[in-house]
């Protein structure tokens, strides 16, 4: 991966299927939509604690840490950043609400 580089992981949904391989994960930012969730049944990053490669810290942040500005986001320009979703429906009603509101007020 080129240093600048941003992933989604978004295809698998539970233990089992990955999308991304443990040297990935180990070099990334890793940003997550929800730390239990990530820990639970995140197969990228449970295979890569398992392996060693990172631990439970590596979790840079939930992604509405960044949203509220509770924590950073992308640290430096050659970061390599990876999002990993599991698909939380609060997340999409979030969004969706937010759209709402922007359509009904333009």
Known sequence: MRPGTHINV?????????EIDIELVKHSQFVVD????????GAELKRAIAAGAVDES??????????????????SEQAITVYKSLGHIC???AAVNYIKHRMLNE
């Open 34 to 41: 929800s730390r239990a969730s990530a820990l639970a049944a």
């Open 91 to 93: 997340q999409d009603l």
């Open 58 to 75: 590596h979790i840079h942040a939930e992604i509405g840490e960044i949203l509220a500005g509770r924590q950073s986001g992308r640290e």
């Open 10 to 18: 978004v295809g698998s949904s539970y233990d089992g299927p990955y």
